[in-house]
T-cell receptor
Framework: DTGVSQNPRHKITKRGQNVTFRCDPI?????LYWYRQTLGQGPEFLTY????????KSRLLSDRFSAERPKGSFSTLEIQRTEQGDSAMYLC????????????FGQGTRLTVV | AQTVTQSQPEMSVQEAETVTLSCTYD???????LFWYKQPPSRQMILVIR??????QNATENRFSVNFQKAAKSFSLKISDSQLGDAAMYFC?????????????FGTGTRLTIIP
C-alpha cells in the first residue's frame, strides 16, 4: 500500500452533470476525510467517516453532495447537478485511530465545471 | 469556531538561509493540536511538523522547528538551511480533538520560493 489513492485525478464536466470521485485510504486506517480546496485557499473540511459511519458534515456540503464509505473501506463523493462554483480540488485523507496523529492526504481530484 | 490566519501569502529565501513562516489562530479550547503541512506543486500534502498544545517544548524535526506561543496563539515555522526541495505551499492547521469532531482547520497558506 503506497498511500491514499484518488481517482480520477482530473475531471471536466458540463454544468448540470453528476460526477463521482473515489478515494482509497491507506489499509487499516479507520478514519477518512474529504476536503475541498479552491485556488489560493487552504483546504476546507467537507465530511468525515469513522469506519462506515459518517460522523460529521460541513455546512459546505449542500444537498447536492453525498458521500459514502461502504464497509469502511473506500469512499465515494458524488456531486449532483454540478455548478461552476463546484470547481475545486477535492482532497481525501485518512488516519489511524486518533487523528492527533498524521493525516495522510491523496493527490486530489481536480474538478472543472464548464 | 476556530480560525487560522497566515498573513504572508508569499515568502522567498536564499538557498541555505533560514526563513520563518507565521501563523496565528483563535480558539477558546485549551487542549488542541497544531500542524504545518507542505503541499509541493501537483503533489499531495504531507505533514512537516506537529505540536501538542499541552507540551511547552517546541517541536523540532531535523531542519524544521516551531515557535509555539500558546498565550499569544502563535505558531511559526522555522526552516533552517533551506533547500530547493522546500519550495511549496505551506499550510498551518489546527485540530481540536473531540470524538465525532476531528476536522482540521487550515490557514490560507504561504507560498515559499527558494532562490538558488
Amino acid at each position: 500500500d503506497t498511500g491514499v489513492s484518488q481517482n480520477p485525478r482530473h475531471k471536466i464536466t458540463k454544468r448540470g452533470q453528476n460526477v463521482t470521485f473515489r478515494c482509497d485510504p491507506i489499509s487499516e486506517h479507520n478514519r477518512l476525510y474529504w476536503y475541498r480546496q479552491t485556488l489560493g485557499q487552504g483546504p476546507e473540511f467537507l465530511t468525515y467517516f469513522q469506519n462506515e459511519a459518517q460522523l460529521e458534515k460541513s455546512r459546505l456540503l449542500s444537498d447536492r453532495f453525498s458521500a459514502e464509505r461502504p464497509k469502511g473501506s473506500f469512499s465515494t463523493l458524488e456531486i449532483q447537478r454540478t455548478e461552476q462554483g463546484d470547481s475545486a480540488m477535492y482532497l481525501c485523507a485518512s488516519s489511524p485511530r486518533r487523528s492527533n496523529t498524521e493525516a495522510f492526504f491523496g493527490q486530489g481530484t481536480r474538478l472543472t465545471v464548464v | 469556531a476556530q480560525t487560522v490566519t497566515q498573513s504572508q501569502p508569499e515568502m522567498s529565501v536564499q538557498e541555505a538561509e533560514t526563513v520563518t513562516l507565521s501563523c496565528t489562530y483563535d480558539t477558546s479550547e485549551s487542549d488542541y493540536y497544531l500542524f504545518w503541512y507542505k503541499q509541493p506543486p501537483s503533489r499531495q500534502m504531507i505533514l512537516v511538523i506537529r505540536q501538542e498544545a499541552y507540551k511547552q517544548q517546541n517541536a523540532t524535526e531535523n531542519r524544521f522547528s516551531v515557535n509555539f506561543q500558546k498565550a499569544a496563539k502563535s505558531f511559526s515555522l522555522k526552516i533552517s538551511d533551506s533547500q530547493l526541495g522546500d519550495a511549496a505551499m505551506y499550510f498551518c492547521a489546527f485540530l481540536y480533538y473531540n470524538f465525532g469532531n476531528e476536522k482540521l482547520t487550515f490557514g490560507t497558506g504561504t507560498r515559499l520560493t527558494i532562490i538558488p
